[in-house]
């Protein structure tokens, strides 16, 4: 009874079922219907499968930017023709891009939710890039050059091409390139200058995201060479040190008298070698006639600093002899330290081009080095004084007890 039951509900459920779209003569097939579009490409990747592995892995993709976004089309459709209808235009032109991305990253509604800034198209207007996109070169670099374009990530991502760590290589893509740089006004391999410059190893040998990049000096969007009379601006937003001191001293008003730029006619602009105090000696005189005022202040400066390094490094060098006496060295240790932070100082202060101002610091390393090792001297020799007399002590401790022993066993023989 069982079986005629199951049988009986097979063939209902059978019969209730809607039939197949079958063709009627005379009549075409009905076109199959869209399957819903799945994954953020959606059927675009059936053709584009590279894409989509870049595209999958992107912030767009994870933020629901689909394909038809950018590229138009219907990504639902399964025939090429019905693909590519509904306002699809493809590739972008190169011209188009930056008002392509635009349209999304200048619209403050749509970014409000990542709190992203709107202006990146206005800035890329003004800078060396965008004006000559807009004098028709099409060589420059726009949006998909530095950020990628179907593969964008983050900066924060290390595998993102405007990561800290990667941005020198993303310039140098064009900038590191003969042929394409040959219109720049730059005379050099800026690349190349800058990862050999102190600026560069820092970055790219020593992996510190703080050191500073190309973008950190010319701009991000906004990219332009430093207008002169600015050069100063932007290298004093990390040294603000040496700025304050340069701004008041003789050279800013002889630069700006000559048409040269401040920073960078003494410290070159990309291959910047690190800050040593023995420049002063020699640097001078690529200004300055050998054995002028200048020269000879710059090598006084030079001797002032060296003489007080000196110090300090004898003065450290008899803190260690002392510790191994052993020796309480933590407030000689201390004192070096500050000595060290003036002698840190008196760079910077060189700038000012006023030999007093560097003596200030120069001559505080020196005194704190000189009080250091007078210390550690007079108790070396408290030590030598301690070790003779304990010496002396045992030795007469020592006859005392023969002596002694003498007359006892001299004693007994009598």
């Known amino acids: 009874m069982s079986g005629r039951s199951s049988a009986l509900g097979l063939a209902l459920a059978l019969a209730l079922s809607p039939l197949p779209a079958r063709a009627q003569p005379g009549r075409p097939a009905p076109a199959p219907t869209p399957p819903p579009a799945s994954g953020p490409a959606g059927t675009c990747g059936v053709c584009h499968p590279r894409e989509r592995v870049q595209f999958e892995t992107s912030r767009h993709a994870q933020e629901e930017v689909r394909c038809v976004s950018c590229h138009g089309g219907n990504e639902r459709e399964l025939t090429v023709p019905l ?4 306002g699809f235009h493809g590739k ?5 891009i930056p008002r392509l991305c635009a349209s999304c990253h200048a619209d403050e509604r749509q970014m409000r939710p990542y709190n992203l800034p709107v202006d990146q198209y206005a800035l890329y207007q003004t800078s060396g890039h965008g004006r000559r996109l807009a004098a028709g070169d099409t060589r420059v670099a726009v949006c998909s050059d530095c950020h990628g374009a179907h593969d964008i990530l983050p900066p924060s991502d290390p595998r993102s091409s405007v990561y800290a760590l990667n941005i020198p290589r993303t310039c140098g893509a064009c900038h590191g390139d003969a ?3 040959a219109g720049s006004r730059a005379k050099t391999d800026v690349f190349r200058d800058y990862v050999g410059s102190v600026h560069g190893r820092e970055l790219v040998e020593r992996g510190n995201t703080r050191a500073p990049t190309c973008v950190s000096c010319h701009g991000v969007h906004g990219a332009a060479p430093p207008e002169f009379g600015d050069v100063g601006k932007v290298c004093g937003q990390c040294h603000s040190e040496e700025r304050r001191y ?14 040269l730029p401040e ?3 003494c410290h070159s602009n990309h291959a910047i070698a690190p800050a040593q105090p023995q420049r002063l000696s020699t640097l001078c005189v690529s200004c300055h006639a050998d054995g002028s005022a200048p020269q000879v202040l710059g090598q006084r400066l030079w001797t002032d600093i060296q003489a007080a390094t000196t110090e300090v490094d004898k003065a450290a060098a008899l803190t260690t002899r002392a510790e191994r006496v052993p020796l309480n060295t933590e407030d000689y240790r201390a004192r ?13 202060a060189a700038h000012s081009a006023r030999e007093e101002v560097v003596a200030a610091f120069s001559s505080r390393a020196r005194g704190l080095g000189q009080e250091v090792e007078s210390e550690i001297y007079a108790k070396l020799g408290h030590v030598r004084t301690r070790k003779l007399l304990l010496i002396v002590f ?13 007359f006892r066993r001299t004693g007994r023989g009598a």
């Not at 972008?92 to 188009?96: I, L, S, W």
């Not at 340069?246 to 048409?259: C, E, I, K, Y």
């Not at 070096?336 to 910077?348: D, G, I, M, Q, Y």
């Not at 045992?394 to 003498?406: E, G, H, N, P, S």
Request: hydrophobic content about 50%.
């Open 263 to 265: 920073c960078v006619s």
């Open 92 to 96: 972008p032109a190169r011209a188009d």
């Open 336 to 348: 070096l330290e500050e000595a060290r932070t003036a002698l840190r100082e008196a760079l910077p």
């Open 394 to 406: 045992w030795f007469y401790l020592v006859i005392t007890i023969l002596v002694l022993r003498r």
């Open 83 to 86: 693909a590519h209808s509904a």
């Open 179 to 181: 042929r394409t740089a």
């Open 246 to 259: 340069f701004m008041a001293g003789p050279h800013r008003a002889g630069l700006d008298q000559a048409g």
